[in-house]
C-alpha cells in the first residue's frame, strides 16, 4: 500500500462511520508518516530503516503515529499551533554550482535497485544530454563518519554528491556552504535500560577534518532534522511517556538549542494552501518539498504541482492526473535557478527554470521495470549537475 492508498483508505473509513476528521488531522497523520520514515530519501515504494538507530526512532514515531490517529476521536476540536516560520532559503543560497546548459552536464543520482529481497543501491551521474546513467566505481567514504558507526558506510539513500569539495558524502544534512555535514548517534543508557540515554547531533568538518558534538538531548529521539541558513532544525519526541513532539533550532556554532513553535518546524507554510490539509507533500522539508494540489487527486483529475521558493509558492506544472505529460515527481534539488526533478517510473528526468518552463528529459537507467513489480528499479536526484 502506497501513501495515497493509505489515506484513501482511512478517509473511507471515517466516511463509513459518518464522521469527519477533525481540522488538521491531514497534516498530523502525514507529519507522524514522515517521521516514520526517518528523513529517507523520497521513494514511493516502501521505506527501510538502517539498523538499530532507525528502528529506534522508527518506534517513537509509531508512538506519535497512534496518538495522532486517535486525536480526533478523543478531541472535538483541536487547534493547530501557530508558529512565525523563518525565510526558506533561496535557490542560490541552497546550492552554489553556476547550474549549467542541462544539456551539457552530468547529474549527481542514487539508484535503487529492488529485485525481491535484494536491494542494491547505487551512485553516479546521468548525462543529461543522453540520459546514459553511468555509476560511479570510485565512491570511498574513507574517513566520513555517519550514522553507520558500527560499521564503514554503505551508499544509501541518504548518499548526496558535494560539488564543493568534489565528494560522495554519507549525509544529506550538508551545511549551507557545503563545507560541513551532520549527522546523528544514538547515547547508550545504562544496562539493562528500556532506553537509550539520549542522542547527539555531531558536525563533520570536511576542510578541517574534524567531527565535533554540538548538541545532546537526553531522554529523547530526534526524529527528524534539516540544516538551513540560520541553523539546525530538530524535531524530537521523549522514549517513554506520551509529551508531545518538540522542535529546536540549533546554532552550529555554539550548540545553544532554542526550542521553536510546532507549527515553525512541521508547516511553516500552511498560509499557501487554500485550507488545512488541502495539499499533498512530497518530501520531509517544508522548503525542498513538492506540493500537489487537491490533495488526493485521483486520475483524470485536475492538479497543480508547486514548490516553495524564496518563501512563496511557486507553481511548477498544472495538468490532468494521467495525463500525457506524465509528470509525476518524487524529488526535487535546488540548483541555482534551475530545479530537477525525478520522476516516479524511472523514465524521465525533469528540469524546470522560470524562464524555460519545465522540460523533460528521457532517461536510460538499466532494469527499469514496472513499479511496484518484484524487479523494480527507481532513482532520486543526489546533487546539483555539473
Not at 208 to 234: F, H, P, V
Amino acid at each position: 500500500m502506497n501513501e495515497e492508498d493509505a489515506r484513501r483508505t482511512i478517509y473511507e473509513a471515517f466516511e463509513r462511520a459518518h464522521i469527519s476528521p477533525a481540522p488538521g488531522f491531514e497534516t498530523r497523520m502525514q507529519v507522524a508518516l514522515q517521521a516514520a520514515g526517518l528523513e529517507q530519501s523520497v521513494h514511493r515504494q516502501p521505506a527501510r530503516l538502517r539498523g538499530g538507530l532507525a528502528m529506534l526512532i522508527a518506534l517513537v514515531a509509531a508512538v506519535a503515529l497512534v496518538a495522532t490517529l486517535l486525536g480526533p476521536r478523543m478531541l472535538t476540536h483541536f487547534q493547530q499551533p501557530v508558529g512565525t516560520s523563518s525565510p526558506s532559503p533561496s535557490p542560490s543560497q541552497v546550492a552554489t554550482s553556476p547550474s549549467p546548459d542541462p544539456n551539457a552536464c552530468r547529474l549527481p543520482v542514487i539508484v535503487d535497485h529492488e529485485k525481491g529481497a535484494v536491494v542494491k543501491i547505487t551512485a553516479g551521474f546521468i548525462d543529461v544530454a543522453s540520459g546514459q546513467f553511468l555509476a560511479d566505481p570510485n565512491i570511498t567514504f574513507a574517513g566520513l563518519p555517519s550514522e553507520s558507526s558500527d560499521r564503514q558506510p554503505q551508499v544509501s539513500s541518504d548518499t548526496v554528491y558535494d560539488s564543493v569539495v568534489k565528494r560522495w558524502l554519507p549525509s544529506h544534512f550538508i551545511s549551507p556552504d557545503q563545507l560541513s555535514y551532520f549527522y546523528r548517534t544514538t547515547e547508550p543508557g545504562p544496562a539493562g535500560a528500556p532506553y537509550p540515554a539520549g542522542m547527539q547531533i555531531h558536525i563533520y568538518d570536511l576542510v578541517q577534518y574534524s567531527d565535533r558534538i554540538i548538541w545532546t538531548i537526553g531522554g529523547a529521539a530526534i526524529l527528524q532534522a534539516r540544516w538551513r541558513a540560520d541553523g539546525i532544525y530538530a524535531l524530537t519526541r521523549v522514549f517513554a511517556g506520551a509529551a508531545p513532539m518538540k522542535a529546536w533550532r540549533i546554532d552550529p556554532n555554539t550548540g545553544k538549542a532554542t526550542e521553536i513553535a510546532l507549527a515553525t518546524f512541521l508547516s511553516p507554510y500552511q498560509h499557501v494552501f487554500s485550507g488545512p490539509g488541502s495539499a499533498d507533500v512530497i518530501g520531509t522539508d517544508p522548503d525542498r518539498a513538492i506540493y500537489i494540489t487537491p490533495r488526493l487527486a485521483f486520475p483524470r483529475t485536475r492538479y497543480t504541482a508547486y514548490v516553495i521558493i524564496d518563501g512563496k509558492r511557486t507553481n511548477i506544472y498544472s495538468g490532468i492526473k494521467g495525463d500525457r505529460m506524465d509528470f509525476d515527481p518524487v524529488d526535487v534539488w535546488y540548483d541555482g535557478p534551475r530545479l530537477w526533478f525525478a520522476n516516479y517510473d524511472s523514465k524521465y528526468l525533469w528540469s524546470w527554470t522560470a524562464a524555460t518552463g519545465l522540460i523533460r528529459h528521457s532517461v536510460q537507467i538499466p532494469g527499469i521495470h514496472a513499479p511496484l513489480s518484484p524487479d523494480f528499479t527507481s532513482y532520486s536526484v543526489a546533487g546539483p549537475c555539473m
